[in-house]
């Protein structure tokens, strides 16, 4: 049986209610941090600003940051007054070590590279170079949780990194920062999100449930169907615009850096087998490349999986992007990209990462889809390829 549609991650509301009831555990083990501070925040952009304090970051320092992003990321870096300095990412989601080596400056005082889909960014020549040059080298993991580099977990490189457990679990909120412990004891964000925030962020995950486990029953695919409806309200394309701004759902708000995860997060983190969700996203991952390899205008971002990375989407470029967006959310498949462009900023100087902006998407491959969701997908992008605009892939 086909299942009625592909959305992201979601968690019944059983499970959530028994995460509520669960008691408040001790440590949580879901990275060995490897001797480093660990701090719990309602969100990853809450976890840089506390990293902006805690490294004394004062107005006017560089941030060098990849162009390629959300907005999220940047915001608390210029509400810090720190000056953003955009470098450039290619087609491939891959950085240019050498040109970001020579960007550096005296008045560098962070470098913040992303870890993109989960895929780790080759980081030792930029470690060594921030160290010669005191320089502090900062991980953005939110969309690497579980993904290994080496032989050690992504966010163990450089002196900071910053998690999202969003991107990767089915969690209403939380993020965590990593820190070198020569910044001192962190003090630990203590105030409980109110329960009302907790609730209406839990709603959408209780909508993906829905709809990615609607079943024949007529009742069920109905409830699955008006969660499709409210959840496509949440995931639209590009407007059209040149260059659109950034979402303010993104914008970092200073007053929840005091939240903690919420107690529903927390459960659902500590209950998580890392190991398990990474390998379902690598086969949800791999089973698409080979399944689409070949399709008429559709090229996958990242043709190859390398050991030890679990993946946070499949990244992909269409003939035409608002064709490939309106036919596979048409038919309930998620498809998300980052259109929104963090205003003020050199865009001009990063064609490589406005063509990311502009032209790619993502289709799921989390851990709560089964190789039925993924055959629907696969069925889903061959049936477009036939309609598609004439053309190749970007």
């Known amino acids: 049986m086909s299942p009625a549609a592909c959305d992201g991650l979601g968690a019944s509301p059983l499970r959530l209610a028994s995460a509520l009831t669960q008691p408040?555990?001790?440590a949580l083990n879901w990275i060995e941090a490897g001797g480093r501070s660990v701090v719990y925040t309602h969100q990853g952009r809450n976890a840089i600003a506390l990293f902006c304090r805690m490294a004394g970051l004062r107005p006017g320092d560089q941030v060098l940051a990849p162009a390629y992003n959300c907005g999220a990321e940047i915001d608390p870096f210029v509400k810090a007054g720190a000056r953003v300095v955009l470098y450039d990412v290619d087609r491939r989601l891959e950085i240019d070590v050498d040109r970001i080596v020579a960007a550096l400056s005296p008045a560098t005082r962070i470098l913040y590279v992303t870890h993109f889909f989960g895929f780790p960014q080759p980081?030792?020549?930029l470690a060594a170079a921030c160290?010669?040059?005191?320089v502090l080298l900062?991980?953005?993991c939110a969309q690497a949780l579980y993904s290994v580099s080496g032989d050690k977990p992504a966010g163990l490189a450089g002196d900071a990194a910053v998690f999202s457990f969003v991107k990767t679990?089915?969690?209403p909120d939380g993020g965590a920062l990593l820190a070198d412990r020569r910044f001192g004891p962190p003090r630990q964000p203590e105030k409980q999100p109110p329960a009302a925030a907790t609730g209406r962020a839990c709603l959408p995950l209780v909508k993906r449930w829905l709809v990615n486990s609607a079943s024949s029953s007529p009742l069920h695919r109905l409830a699955g169907s008006v969660a499709l409806r409210h959840s496509r309200a949440s995931t639209a394309a590009s407007d059209g615009r040149r260059r659109p701004p950034m979402l303010s759902s993104n914008r970092y708000v200073e007053a929840r850096t005091a939240w903690t995860m919420s107690r529903v997060a927390r459960a659902i983190l500590a209950a998580a087998d890392g190991?398990?969700?990474?390998r379902a996203r690598r086969r949800n991952f791999q089973f698409l490349l080979e399944a689409l390899r070949s399709v008429p205008g559709f090229e996958?971002?990242?043709p190859a999986l390398p050991e030890g990375v679990s993946p946070m989407a499949f990244p992909f470029f269409g003939s035409s992007r608002s064709y490939w967006?309106?036919?596979?959310?048409?038919k309930g498949i998620l498809v998300q990209g980052w259109p929104g462009y963090y205003p003020g900023l050199d865009w001009d100087a990063c064609p490589g990462a406005c063509f990311l902006k502009d032209e790619l998407l993502t289709l799921p491959v989390h851990q709560g889809l089964t190789e039925a969701h993924m055959q629907y997908i696969a069925d889903a992008v061959r049936a477009a390829a036939k309609l598609a605009p004439a053309g190749s892939a970007c």
């Not at 190991?275 to 990474?278: D, R």
Request: aromatic share 4%.
């Open 24 to 26: 408040r555990r001790g």
């Open 123 to 125: 980081l030792g020549e």
């Open 131 to 134: 160290g010669k040059q005191g």
């Open 138 to 140: 900062m991980e953005d």
């Open 169 to 171: 679990l089915p969690v």
């Open 275 to 278: 190991a398990e969700v990474a």
């Open 300 to 302: 996958p971002a990242l």
């Open 325 to 330: 967006y309106s036919q596979l959310t048409a």
